[in-house]
């Protein structure tokens, strides 16, 4: 263990189930310290999860660019990771449109969430950020038992409902309507994400009648009444109804202390809650289980059900540089 950092990745490992679902749409990424596309050093982890919906295109274009597009930027290099992962997303989108453009017509209705958790281990720092509903936990293990002593829902669930995203989608001439009580842009039931083009300028305008169903049931029935006063792209009348602003969790992280980190996509979360997920992971850490062999644990349990999401999991285990391992 380099005595150097304030904590070392003692553990890591995931699975995805389909469960009852047609396709498996969930992509996951694990880089380990000089496991990189782009070498970022021996004291720097990357992880992520995407839950891709509409197709499984959108998660695996992200799985495959985002790395780069983050390693390779220098807000990454100066250490401004927030910064590196939010111009990283939203290079990712500007790709999609590009592909779109280029006739790749499935970028408008496939998009993804996308769940990035940074670990900066000399420096004692984890970075989350997030789109969608896609969730990253955190559990404090204890040394000396191994039982877990706080458990943490680091990212935020973006949905039209809140009340905060509903007063933007409106403001950008967007309209939230429910199906089956569910609250909905178009067809999605969640506010940001990669992709979705639809639901995005320049695909939507005051200019342009709705082209897609989804857009159909997106737009407020009088875009007219949109100005760019009001938030409203300047020229178009309307602004994006899904975006890809990301919200951030930057943590501290203590050379005495152990953590368990579960990033999962809401086949997860909305099958089982928070405490047992984490202490289900603590419990079979404690018996000499693989990372691996964790997460499959939780993704079966998840995509047991009949109707059941795709799951996936990524298990990370952190163990403080002055932490006795048990």
Do not use: W
């Amino acid at each position: 263990m380099d005595r150097s950092n304030t904590v070392e990745l003692h553990a890591a490992g995931a699975q995805s189930a389909q469960g009852a679902r047609p396709d498996q749409e969930d992509e996951y990424i694990i880089l380990t310290p000089g496991g990189s596309p782009n070498e970022i050093g021996d004291s720097i982890a990357f992880f992520a999860v995407f839950d891709g919906h509409g197709t499984g295109i959108v998660s695996n274009h992200a799985k495959e660019h985002i790395p780069l597009l983050l390693f390779e930027s220098d807000e990454f290099r100066s250490g401004n990771y927030e910064r590196a992962m939010q111009a990283a997303i939203d290079k990712e989108d500007e790709l999609l449109l590009q592909g779109f453009r280029e006739g790749q017509n499935f970028f408008a209705t496939s998009g993804s969430t996308a769940s990035l958790a940074l670990v900066d281990m000399k420096n004692g720092v984890l970075v989350v950020g997030n789109i969608g509903d896609s969730h990253i936990l955190m559990a404090e293990r204890d040394p000396e038992n191994g039982q877990v002593k706080s458990i943490e829902r680091l990212t935020t669930s973006h949905k039209p409902e809140s009340a905060d995203e509903k007063a933007r989608i409106e403001k950008a001439g967007g309209h939230v309507h429910s199906h089956h009580d569910i609250s909905r842009i178009g067809s999605l039931n969640m506010s940001r994400a990669l992709g979705d083009l639809q639901y995005k300028t320049p695909l939507i305008s005051a200019a342009a009648a709705p082209k897609t169903e989804g857009q159909k049931f997106a737009c407020a029935p009088d875009p007219q009444n949109v100005s760019s006063q009001d938030g409203a792209q300047a020229g178009t009348g309307r602004d994006d109804f899904i975006t890809v602003e990301m919200s951030f969790r930057r943590i501290d992280l203590h050379k005495e202390k152990q953590y368990l980190l579960a990033l999962t996509t809401d086949g997860v979360t909305n099958a089982l809650d928070d405490g047992k997920i984490m202490n289900g992971i603590a419990e079979m850490f404690n018996t000499g289980s693989k990372a691996d062999e964790v997460a499959r644990k939780v993704v079966d349990q998840a995509a047991s059900t009949e109707y059941a999401d795709n799951a996936t999991c990524v298990t990370v285990f952190l163990n403080g540089t002055e932490a006795r391992l048990a």
